[in-house]
């Protein structure tokens, strides 16, 4: 790679990864109409969950959803996609053993709708492919289920062109931590000079690269600039096929 860059970390959600959510079904909860999951595990609420109904439930992950979301980003600790659903169960009334039983097949029902919404357009492959054939290449993701991220990679044809995949459910951590980026900079053997961070997300993507000494190349994809109180990128770009002359 030129510009002594040596290995590529790429984000995957917004990234490498289109997420589609005009594939999900629309469920009402409060005279809002929003994309859901709710179809996949709606027959388990039925099944499960006598008297409680799919849009109580479904309010009851988007409350819990908005509590961990603002969770992660005070302490940057990752929680299960379980945890979401293990939370909702008892907020509906689930004993806590009923709730820790259930919560995986929730979870499980919720990432497959996750998976087949997911792109991977063309010319975005066709980045990772150039930029793979020149050096080593890693993916560093926040993702709260892990199988699923990997599932979604070899869906997608991504496993086989990278060295490392460093997802944050498994780490317990997310970006902007720079634990990530360092575990893959460890996987792949290359040292945070040598390495540069793509992303589309300012603060946990270039946070995290920043925070392990890595240079970063930020997609500012709707040209909002880069703000005042995050660390700066190396470079800017609004899409990612212009990441090649960078780093290829």
């Given at each position: 790679m030129s510009s002594g860059y040596r290995a590529a970390?790429?984000?995957?959600?917004?990234?490498?990864?289109?997420?589609?959510?005009?594939?999900?079904?629309?469920?009402?909860?409060?005279?809002?109409?929003?994309?859901?999951?709710?179809?996949?595990w709606g027959p388990l609420v039925e099944e499960t969950l006598?008297?409680?109904?799919?849009v109580?439930?479904?309010r009851a992950v988007m409350e819990v959803s908005a509590e961990l979301d603002r969770a992660r980003r005070a302490s940057a600790i990752e929680f299960?996609?379980?945890?979401?659903?293990?939370?909702?169960?008892?907020?509906?009334?689930?004993?806590?053993?009923?709730?820790?039983?259930?919560?995986?097949?929730?979870?499980?029902?919720?990432?497959?709708?996750?998976v087949g919404a997911t792109r991977f357009p063309d010319e975005h492959a066709r980045v990772l492919a150039q930029v793979?054939?020149?050096?080593?290449?890693?993916v560093v993701t926040n993702f709260d289920d892990t199988a699923t991220a990997f599932d979604i990679l070899?869906?997608?044809?991504?496993?086989?062109?990278?060295g490392s995949v460093v997802v944050s459910e498994a780490v317990g951590l997310r970006k902007p931590h720079g634990a990530l980026v360092r575990i893959a900079l460890r996987d792949l053997g290359v040292a945070p000079a040598d390495a540069i961070m793509i992303g589309d997300h300012?603060?946990?993507?270039?946070?995290?690269?920043?925070?392990a000494g890595v240079d970063a190349v930020w997609i500012d994809?709707?040209?909002?600039?880069?703000?005042?109180?995050?660390?700066?990128?190396?470079y800017v770009v609004r899409r990612l096929p212009e990441v090649l002359p960078i780093i290829a």
């Open positions: 970390l790429f984000d995957l959600f917004g990234t490498l990864l289109v997420f589609d959510i005009t594939t999900l079904p629309e469920i009402v909860i409060d005279g809002r109409r929003m994309p859901s999951t709710s179809e996949a006598p008297g409680v109904g799919i109580a439930f479904a299960p996609s379980r945890e979401r659903f293990r939370r909702a169960l008892a907020r509906v009334g689930c004993s806590a053993g009923e709730a820790d039983e259930l919560a995986p097949l929730f979870a499980r029902a919720h990432m497959r709708c996750i793979s054939a020149r050096g080593p290449v890693a070899a869906r997608h044809g991504i496993l086989g062109l990278v300012l603060t946990e993507d270039v946070g995290a690269a920043s925070a994809s709707h040209g909002t600039g880069i703000a005042t109180d995050v660390p700066a990128p190396r």
